[in-house]
């Protein structure tokens, strides 16, 4: 294995005494670093490393993580961070980490997620792969919940969510389903109470998120 890394910190010391750290390791090189993400998503294009490590406590979290994702789909990324909350931490693995390490870890164990992480890894301490089932579990029972209201739409009101997402005013709907407005009016303040929602636009993307709901 001869992994290319990456390093993103915005503490430059910090930064370089990762560099520093991880470039005596036989396997790994280190083919740059820097400290903001403009410069990173610059630099990473260029040099195309095999794994990206951000330091996500200081280089603005998980909005980091899916620009330098977006940058390069390919790479791996190792997030190294503080002891964050729950939701936090879901919000990285959103992101696209495969390999989580707190400032309050070691050397050893930054080198040993990087190195798993490049053999094709997850590396998640204990406490945080629980953290994270259990986000995982919840995130599914309100799926379940979401699919229960979606499921409570009739065919009609359906249909008319289908055409609010194309963009059709409620008088367009009206006269693609040869409708009175009025009764468009009527199925959207169903819709909106049997989704709990207020706007057409927050309807429209609850439906979408079940293809097996849309009608078109």
Same mark, same amino acid.
């Given at each position: 294995?001869?992994?290319?890394?990456?390093?993103?910190? =915005?503490?430059?010391?910090?930064?370089? @005494?990762?560099? %520093?750290?991880?470039?005596?390791?036989?396997?790994?090189?280190?083919?740059?670093?820097?400290?903001? *993400?403009?410069?990173?998503?610059?630099?990473?294009?260029?040099?195309?490393?095999?794994? &990206?490590?951000? =330091?996500?406590?200081?280089?603005?979290?998980?909005?980091?993580?899916?620009?330098?994702?977006?940058? *390069?789909?390919?790479?791996?990324? &190792?997030?190294?961070?503080?002891?964050?909350?729950?939701?936090?931490?879901?919000?990285?693995?959103?992101?696209?980490?495969?390999?989580? &390490?707190?400032?309050?870890?070691? $050397? %050893?164990? $930054?080198?040993?997620?990087?190195?798993?992480?490049?053999?094709?890894?997850?590396?998640?301490?204990?406490?945080?792969?629980?953290?994270?089932?259990?986000?995982?579990?919840?995130?599914?029972?309100?799926?379940?919940? $979401?699919?229960?209201?979606?499921?409570?739409?009739?065919?009609?009101?359906?249909? &008319?969510? =289908?055409?609010?997402?194309? @963009?059709?005013?409620?008088?367009?709907?009206?006269?693609?389903?040869?409708?009175?407005?009025?009764?468009?009016?009527?199925?959207?303040?169903?819709?909106?109470?049997?989704?709990? *929602?207020?706007?057409?636009?927050?309807?429209?993307?609850?439906?979408?998120?079940?293809?097996?709901? *849309?009608?078109?």
């Amino acid at each position: 294995m001869n992994l290319r890394v990456f390093i993103l910190s =915005d503490l430059r010391l910090y930064g370089e @005494g990762l560099a %520093e750290a991880l470039g005596r390791q036989p396997d790994i090189r280190v083919v740059g670093t820097a400290t903001d *993400v403009h410069t990173t998503l610059r630099a990473i294009r260029e040099r195309e490393p095999d794994l &990206v490590l951000v =330091d996500v406590a200081a280089a603005g979290g998980a909005s980091s993580l899916r620009r330098v994702r977006a940058a *390069v789909p390919d790479a791996q990324l &190792v997030a190294i961070a503080v002891p964050d909350t729950d939701g936090d931490i879901f919000e990285y693995a959103q992101a696209g980490i495969l390999g989580y &390490v707190t400032r309050s870890g070691s $050397l %050893e164990d $930054l080198i040993e997620a990087v190195e798993g992480v490049g053999r094709g890894e997850v590396i998640c301490p204990d406490r945080l792969t629980t953290t994270l089932f259990r986000r995982v579990e919840a995130v599914g029972a309100e799926r379940a919940d $979401l699919e229960s209201e979606l499921r409570h739409l009739t065919p009609r009101e359906l249909e &008319v969510v =289908d055409l609010v997402d194309e @963009g059709l005013s409620n008088r367009e709907i009206a006269e693609r389903l040869c409708i009175a407005l009025p009764t468009v009016k009527n199925h959207l303040h169903s819709i909106f109470e049997k989704l709990h *929602v207020r706007r057409r636009a927050e309807a429209a993307a609850l439906v979408r998120s079940d293809p097996h709901l *849309v009608t078109r």
